[in-house]
């Protein structure tokens, strides 16, 4: 089907390029001596990740349980719920384990520790767990080789119903980083504080077989995955304007994008409207504190081919307003009403999250087929 | 339903502060002689929709034509698709126009205008077009009073089959007021400039029955409403956090909240992380610029209560991190594991974009019933 047959918005995403992040990502994390454990929040989609994977027997890291059903329904067995629980999704889990889905949860503290002792021994059904090491400060987990670490590992050892499977960390504050040498010595510590608290729960007799670590900016910048047994991370595959601003790709290489319509223009301001709010890019501005700003998305044409110094510099719900950067007005004669144009996003898992599906595309303007995602909880 | 049978997040509309809400805004219109045509973008619920409106032959006003589509399949018949008209979504007008749904599209510019005389003339389906207004400067719309403004009338009036029904605004600028008196002078300013407009088409020949203007804040603040035959607007309904910073309305009337759950803690840094990250409250930092800074939403209790000094001040995207407002450090022992809380959110149509439902509830901890909520293009 040709672009023009198309109601805007819609959500692209260039096959050729989700193909080349995706093999780059995976040699780079085989390499190394490590294996991949997708996190599949970005996609959330059984067709993406048939085609990314070849099938869903491969390890998987979800963000919901509803992705955990969703895939599982698809044929995933080993998954991975990557947010620590809470005792009213344990039902949930129970059920799903029930199901021979080799469902692992996360905690980070002895709270959850001795509620998840406590409703898999009343249910009788073996929960496996890792626990959560705080490897950057950014947000959860517990202090790595910390006291605190070994008491959860020992509760967890102690339930008759619970398995500990080993640590696992997220090095989130990656994202805050400027530089490739700062991403870099992130990756390093993530590794290494990780695999000293496996290593300290070992001493204390605990067998810790899984260290599982990730985030797309420290695994493409690792230099060592020596003890690390998997790297999770997920906006790889599509990449995004916060990666590029991090230098983690070019913004060429991103494979996502919202195909919009020109519907008006502000002669006197220089602004051109399109079809595209912030309920098509989202409201994400992940690349606000960067060194450049991107607006909520960097403008290419509708063939994704970038036109330089044109942004989404503002949004209402269903209306996006482009100027060049830093809101510089744009010679509109360039936008004729019904122009179409692809935007690339600030951040793929915010934008892929407000639609139902992706328009596989290459770099021509017609699409090629049409991969299903969910959304929610 | 009790809360305590529930997975987290979810989304939760106390059906008390709707009414009571919606009561107020209806009151306030009428008294001044308009009549309202509510902006359904917010809540996007039929259900929700009847309750409120009584049943659908009332006039409402949509952001997508899937929208249109779906209340005109639950009886609605006049629809005002309030986003500037894009060649593609043609078709999709004059099939609904052919269904006996009185949709309504807008336009500012003569090239659309011209596109919509030549595709409604081409389908033979006569389509009603507003010509809108810039009143304010913040987004779309023509000069007012202006000679573009007559040309565009013009074009409309001789087409064959397209009826040029009247023009209207959308007072966006109103959400960057600091104070109710610039609230109520864009009130005043949003009604003279659209009615203005009227009168230059009456006068150049053209009857433009439909002066339609709106925004939450700007009807809540209007004087006067002569002339006026119809006020837009839409998150009055739920209300929001950026409503509360405008002075519009208390945080206690907001009737829009997200039920989640504590999940752990940061003992050492006064933090509380919890179940709700951006994808539960979306990504809108709509308080950012206001005296208050609310971050990604305000706490109260699972009852509504609110807390006080109690904020998501960081989110990932399944994560929430608590802490006083600014980020200081919150007394943890307040928020043990597996607490539930309800969050009130910044932006009410960015935060039940994230949901397929309403969990309707009081100000109890108990639902009362379900309402679905569709979402996308």
């Given amino acids: 089907m040709p672009f023009a047959a198309l109601e805007t918005p819609q959500l692209l995403l260039d096959v050729t390029k989700l193909d080349a992040n995706t093999a780059r990502m995976k040699a780079h994390v085989e390499r190394l001596g490590s294996r991949l454990r997708p996190h599949l929040k970005t996609t959330k ?36 719920y990557a947010v620590g629980i809470a005792e009213n999704k344990m039902d949930h889990v129970v059920a799903l384990r029930r199901k021979d889905v080799d469902l692992t949860i996360i905690l980070d503290n002895l709270a959850s520790a001795a509620m998840v002792v406590a409703r898999a021994a009343a249910a009788e059904t073996m929960v496996p767990v890792l626990i959560e090491i705080d490897s950057d400060g950014h947000r959860s987990g517990v202090e790595p080789q910390s006291g605190a670490l070994v008491a959860i590992g020992r509760l967890l050892e102690d339930g008759a119903y619970t398995l500990l499977r080993g640590v696992m960390t997220h090095a989130g504050a990656s994202y805050d980083c400027r530089t490739t040498a700062c991403i870099e010595k992130l990756a390093a510590q993530e590794r290494s504080l990780t695999l000293g608290s496996a290593e300290m729960l070992r001493e204390a007799g605990m067998a810790c077989p899984v260290v599982s670590i990730g985030s797309t900016p420290t695994a493409l910048f690792s230099k060592n995955l020596d003890g690390v047994t998997e790297v999770r991370a997920g906006v790889f595959m599509s990449r995004d304007l916060v990666m590029a601003g991090l230098g983690v790709c070019a913004p060429e290489d991103i494979a996502l994008s919202v195909l919009a319509t020109v519907i008006g223009h502000q002669p006197a301001k220089g602004w051109v409207i399109t079809d595209a709010g912030w309920m098509a890019m989202s409201r994400d501005r992940g690349t606000s504190g960067h060194g450049i700003d991107q607006g909520y998305g960097l403008v290419a044409d509708e063939y994704g081919r970038l036109l330089g110094d044109v942004v989404v510099n503002g949004a209402n719900q269903e209306h996006g307003i482009l100027t060049a950067h830093e809101g510089k007005p744009l010679d509109i004669s360039g936008f004729p009403i019904g122009m179409r144009l692809r935007i690339l996003p600030n951040h793929a898992c915010a934008t892929a999250a407000q639609y139902g599906e992706y328009l596989v595309v290459d770099s021509g303007s017609e699409i090629l087929t049409r991969w299903e995602r969910i959304n929610g909880w």
């Fill in 45 to 80: 989609s059984v067709d993406l990740a048939r085609h990314v994977l070849g099938d869903l027997s491969h390890p998987i890291t979800v963000s919901t349980l509803k992705e955990a059903d969703y895939f599982a329904g698809h044929g995933a067995r080993d998954i991975l």
